[in-house]
């Protein structure tokens, strides 16, 4: 990841890891944990991240400043380990919206010549 | 079996960086020991070790690029990718080359030592072009430029020095294949770094 921040299209395109885990954050603030599970939820288990990829991604992510380090807490619907949670910043919003639109056109753009959706 | 689990992923997290281990290792343990509990739950032993061919393969992987990204932010790294590299590979190959001359002190063939200089120098000039203007690959055309600059400076006067000694026959140039192949590629590097400086002061006065 650069030093420099660039802007969103200059981010792109991203690698599935690092979609699928601003993805998770678009909506709520999250742990590593609940990130894995929506990243497997959302992929139908396509996708199982190992912790090595996961906090690789993160602190990429954290370097790029599209994540940020939210507090520190327990989850309640787990036990009363503390848990570091994350939240996506303005930036990583952008970058995630820039994505988004970047696969809008390519799925225009194969309906346009007739290739069906599954 | 998570337990146990637990403890063995903790010990191979030691093959990360430092630096990484600080900031992410009790993480790490922690969502592996969620991911051994919800592999148990669902699949008891099999889940486990299911899990294990999972997570090796993501250790090996991952501990490779963060120590490699370790690598790379050490300070040594940084340094020799400053701009200071390319100077100090001239020294160097200008040392060696100039250490090569002291074989050649011989006015009978005065000519192979001009002819050396003339390539090293130019050698010289090319790497000056890039210390001037680095270009992301710079680093590819220094090192390229030390092992030229190596290479004619231990094996080309040492050749010359066989041919003046007798050692290497003196046969005429055109029954010398070795010889012609020899010249041409002594010649062929200065040749090609006088037209890239030339090029470059082309490029500089149009800017």
């Given at each position: 990841m650069p030093n420099k921040l660039l802007t969103p299209e200059e981010m792109?395109?991203?690698?599935?890891?690092?979609?699928?885990?601003?993805?998770?954050?678009?909506?709520?603030?999250?742990?590593?944990?609940?990130?894995?599970?929506?990243?497997a939820e959302t992929t139908d288990?396509?996708?199982?991240?190992?912790?090595?990829t996961l906090y690789g991604t993160i602190k990429r992510l954290l370097a790029a400043k599209m994540i940020e380090e939210s507090d520190e807490r327990p989850d309640p619907k787990l036990d009363d380990e503390r848990r570091r949670y994350y939240k996506l910043t303005p930036f990583g919003r952008k970058v995630l919206s820039a994505e988004v639109s970047r696969y809008s056109k390519m799925v225009k753009t194969a309906r346009a010549v007739g290739v069906a959706t599954a | 079996?998570?337990?146990?689990?637990?403890?063995?992923?903790?010990?191979?997290?030691?093959?990360?960086?430092?630096?990484?281990?600080?900031?992410?290792?009790?993480?790490?343990?922690?969502?592996?020991?969620?991911?051994?509990?919800?592999?148990?739950?669902?699949?008891?032993?099999?889940?486990?070790?299911?899990?294990?061919?999972?997570?090796l393969p993501?250790?090996?992987?991952?501990?490779?690029?963060?120590?490699?990204?370790?690598?790379?932010?050490?300070?040594?790294?940084?340094?020799?990718?400053?701009?200071?590299?390319?100077?100090?590979?001239?020294?160097?190959?200008?040392?060696?080359?100039?250490?090569?001359?002291?074989?050649?002190?011989?006015?009978?063939?005065?000519?192979?030592?001009?002819?050396?200089?003339?390539?090293?120098?130019?050698?010289?000039?090319?790497a000056i072009i890039e210390l001037l203007q680095p270009s992301s690959e710079w680093w590819k055309t220094a090192i390229r430029t030390f092992v030229l600059m190596f290479i004619y400076a231990i094996f080309m006067p040492a050749w010359a020095k066989l041919k003046?000694?007798?050692?290497?026959?003196?046969?005429?140039?055109?029954?010398?294949?070795?010889?012609?192949?020899?010249?041409?590629?002594?010649?062929?590097n200065p040749i090609v770094a006088a037209i890239k400086l030339l090029q470059f002061l082309i490029q500089r006065r149009k800017n």
């Open positions: 792109l395109p991203l690698t599935p890891a690092i979609f699928h885990i601003l993805l998770a954050l678009a909506d709520d603030e999250r742990h590593g944990y609940s990130i894995m599970q929506h990243v288990g396509q996708i199982k991240m190992g912790p090595g | 079996m998570i337990s146990v689990s637990g403890k063995i992923y903790r010990q191979l997290l030691r093959l990360y960086p430092q630096a990484h281990r600080r900031d992410y290792a009790e993480q790490m343990a922690q969502l592996f020991r969620d991911q051994c509990r919800d592999a148990w739950r669902a699949k008891r032993s099999t889940g486990i070790v299911k899990l294990w061919l999972r997570v993501d250790v090996a992987k991952t501990s490779v690029m963060e120590q490699i990204a370790a690598i790379e932010r050490n300070q040594i790294m940084k340094f020799i990718n400053s701009k200071n590299a390319p100077t100090i590979l001239l020294i160097v190959g200008l040392v060696l080359a100039a250490s090569s001359f002291s074989q050649l002190i011989m006015p009978v063939h005065g000519l192979f030592v001009l002819v050396i200089m003339a390539a090293s120098l130019a050698i010289f000039a090319k003046i000694t007798g050692a290497i026959p003196n046969i005429p140039f055109s029954e010398d294949p070795e010889g012609i192949a020899i010249v041409v590629s002594l010649f062929a």
